[in-house]
T-cell receptor, first 115, second 113 residues
Framework: DSGVTQTPKHLITATGQRVTLRCSPRSGDLSVYWYQQSLDQGLQFLIQYYNGEERAKGNILERFSAQQFPDLHSELNLSSLELGDSALYFC??????????????FGPGTRLTVL | ELKVEQNPLFLSMQEGKNYTIYCNYSTTSDRLYWYRQDPGKSLESLFVLLSNGAVKQEGRLMASLDTKARLSTLHITAAVHDLSATYFCAVGLGGGSNYKLTFGKGTLLTVNP
């Protein structure tokens, strides 16, 4: 158990809908990262937040947005969902601002299915 | 565009044998990561390599980085069944809004008794 929690575990929704995925980092960790894993695209880094501020941006679509709240939990919002958004979404946390050597601890993931 | 190629993509090996997974990348980078993913599970960070010639070892796994050749290797020594998993390398480039972290397709390792 990494100490990172994600809810929900599974989510099934329809095209065009909007969903919110939630991540609680390990106690004391200030950074949260979001990743997408799909059969088509493989693993992709989406975005990182550090202590409430966006720190790094990867391959995140404009339909997607994220935020980190004062209690350090993070939410990933996915809107206007398409079939291709079906994937596993992982979050990870790390202690500091995400320097290259920072170890990331991954949550169990949320499996999103868009029908 | 940064490209990351892993090979082999599938590796079946016997317990006790040694093998190496290769990770080639197309652009100069200052960080290289290795991850492990068990079937149906999440990711686990294994190693981060930051400089040319860096070598890190944990148990039966040893990772190295040659930035001039743009190559990292993950060497498995005397494999055991518990090492069966998918191994990903990832290469980082840039920072802030220009940060890119590109993953390889992964190597599915099966260790047979």
């Amino acid at each position: 158990d990494s100490g990172v929690t994600q809810t929900p575990k599974h989510l099934i929704t329809a095209t065009g809908q909007r969903v919110t995925l939630r991540c609680s980092p390990r106690s004391g960790d200030l950074s949260v990262y979001w990743y997408q894993q799909s059969l088509d695209q493989g693993l992709q880094f989406l975005i990182q937040y550090y202590n409430g501020e966006e720190r790094a941006k990867g391959n995140i679509l404009e339909r997607f947005s994220a935020q980190q709240f004062p209690d350090l939990h993070s939410e990933l919002n996915l809107s206007s969902l398409e079939l291709g958004d079906s994937a596993l979404y992982f979050c990870a946390s790390s202690a500091s601002s995400g320097g290259a050597a920072d170890t990331q601890y991954f949550g169990p993931g949320t499996r999103l299915t868009v029908l | 565009e940064l490209k990351v190629e892993q090979n082999p993509l599938f590796l079946s090996m016997q317990e006790g044998k040694n093998y190496t997974i290769y990770c080639n990348y197309s652009t100069t980078s200052d960080r290289l990561y290795w991850y492990r993913q068990d079937p149906g599970k999440s990711l686990e960070s294994l190693f981060v390599l930051l400089s040319n010639g860096a070598v890190k070892q944990e148990g039966r796994l040893m990772a190295s980085l040659d930035t001039k050749a743009r190559l990292s290797t993950l060497h498995i020594t005397a494999a055991v069944h518990d090492l069966s998993a998918t191994y990903f390398c990832a290469v980082g480039l840039g920072g802030g809004s220009n940060y890119k972290l590109t993953f390889g397709k992964g190597t599915l390792l099966t260790v047979n008794p």
